[in-house]
């Protein structure tokens, strides 16, 4: 390692490591926030994201290189905000003390109770794609519960890493909430050494590959992580449901953020008999809905966030197309290969036909706007299929047959469902959100978060009588007497 690299890593680490002791301290100091201070800081979340709209959405924007305003208020501001509502009502309940059941046959008079009470510190790592759903997002949970949070962003969020950092001391202090901005340089990336750092509760959002990194670091301090990690979530068209509504609520799901989300749709199960209707509809959706003319896509697509992710997605469409795929530009009739807006980084939307496990489409989460279409003719071919992959992050039935609903939802275990519609299921402020198996471990958003960054602390508390006398030692005939007769309640 070259000693300029060596030293940079030790001045980074002793900077973030200077800020933890800071909030550790101021911790120790306050350990149990009472209900007015914690309402405070929820509302000074809220002020920091409503005075500072128009700054946030051009910084998300110039990261991006083009960004819809209009998704990041709908997307990103609506669902915080709702997130705070729907804390600030319920955290009065959330923060009493819970009274449990007694065995009153060997507790007599005492007392149980639950006390949610704050762990601590908290470090959160915040991806690229939604950077203020995933950082102030989680924050809610994390201030309600009383602690307190260092928020590392993006490397590749540069703009709004450092509006974060420069206004977030005008509306909570650093020992209670630091934002920090991480470098483009691989040499000077911070992630590593961030997870590294003893916390008492991490909360990271990313690849599955990274996540597993950032557990093995978490690991050495024994601290707890919630991984919110991929998946490749499939939605299931059944030929009960109108194929219209659902390819248009498919493709709206998809082409958010140019499909550059963790919950999207992945690839698409269509029955075999409605796939050129599927592809017709698909077609008319992006020309209804992003196009200026033939492939020329305006401002309310979002473009694909840089050169690597851009040079990636162009690899997938290259492996799949050398491996025997039929790809469809939906924003032109044209046959070139894929067709793109090239200067803004605006790929075209694309389905892809004639998909097989050997392509890297089919292997990665596709991060794009890239659908794979699957023809099926029995539901059963779709729970094979799904079943023997890692579990996804979420899975998106369309059909208004209860049973063939409920068989899709037992049989395929993933991290949430949206019935009828597709991501949705992520932006309930009362539904917890998180994956299982590969797509992560945890659970944050309303109730759940807050328990989530809470420690769940009982508590016994003896009463006056003491039934537990009659059974200390020396043990006689009348102790096997005694429990004789408590089993015997007791079955």
């Not at 030790?10 to 306050?30: D, M, Y």
């Amino acid at each position: 390692m070259p000693p300029d690299t060596h030293a940079s890593e030790h001045s980074a680490k002793a900077r973030l490591q200077a800020l933890l002791s800071r909030q550790q301290t101021a911790f120790r100091e306050a350990p149990m926030p009472n209900l007015a201070s914690r309402m405070a800081d929820l509302k000074a979340l809220s002020r920091l994201l409503d005075d500072n709209r128009e700054a946030i959405i051009q910084a998300i924007c110039a990261d991006y290189g083009q960004r819809s305003r209009h998704e990041t208020l709908l997307y990103e501001f609506t669902v915080v905000f709702d997130e705070l509502r729907h804390a600030r009502r319920h955290l009065k309940s959330w923060m009493r003390r819970q009274h449990r059941r007694v065995n009153p046959l060997l507790y007599a008079s005492s007392r149980n109770t639950v006390l949610p009470q704050p762990l601590g510190v908290i470090g959160v790592i915040v991806p690229w794609n939604f950077p203020i759903t995933l950082s102030l997002g989680p924050l809610v949970g994390i201030l309600a519960a009383g602690n307190r949070a260092m928020v590392k962003m993006s490397e590749r969020s540069p703009h709004l890493a450092e509006l974060l950092t420069n206004i977030s001391p005008q509306y909570l202090a650093e020992d209670t909430l630091s934002f920090i901005a991480d470098s483009p340089s691989a040499n000077s990336a911070l992630g590593p050494i961030f997870s590294a750092l003893p916390f008492d509760h991490l909360l990271f959002t990313g690849s599955t590959t990274t996540g597993r990194a950032v557990m093995r670091n978490a690991a050495n301090n024994l601290t707890p992580v919630t991984l919110e990690l991929g998946g490749k979530s499939p939605a299931i068209v059944s030929a009960d449901f109108p194929l219209q509504r659902a390819v248009e609520r498919i493709m709206h799901a998809k082409l958010i953020n140019a499909g550059q989300i963790c919950t999207s749709v992945d690839y698409v199960f269509v029955p075999r008999e409605q796939v050129e209707d599927f592809i017709a509809l698909a077609r008319q959706h992006v020309a209804r809905r992003y196009l200026e003319k033939p492939n020329v896509l305006s401002n309310d697509y979002t473009a694909i966030i840089d050169e690597r992710a851009w040079q990636r997605l162009h690899n997938l469409l290259d492996d799949a197309l050398n491996h025997g795929a039929q790809l469809i530009n939906l924003a032109s009739h044209s046959n070139e290969k894929h067709p793109d807006n090239t200067a803004q980084r605006k790929l075209a939307p694309h389905l892809l036909l004639n998909v097989n496990n050997d392509m890297q489409v089919m292997q990665q989460e596709i991060f794009g706007p890239l659908l794979p279409i699957l023809a099926y003719d029995d539901p059963q071919e779709v729970i094979d299929f799904v079943a023997a992959r890692p579990r996804p992050l979420a899975i998106y039935p369309f059909t208004h047959n209860k049973a063939l609903r409920d068989r899709y939802i037992h049989q395929l275990l993933s991290g949430g469902v949206s019935v009828n519609q597709a991501l949705l299921h992520v932006g309930q402020s009362d539904l917890p959100f998180g994956g299982v198996g590969a797509s992560g471990m945890g659970h944050y958003h309303g109730h759940e978060g807050f328990n989530t960054f809470s420690k769940l602390r009982p508590i016994y508390q003896q009463g006056p009588i003491d039934s537990l006398r009659l059974l200390m030692p020396p043990y006689t005939n009348r102790t096997d007497r005694l429990l004789t007769w408590l089993m015997r309640l007791l079955r």
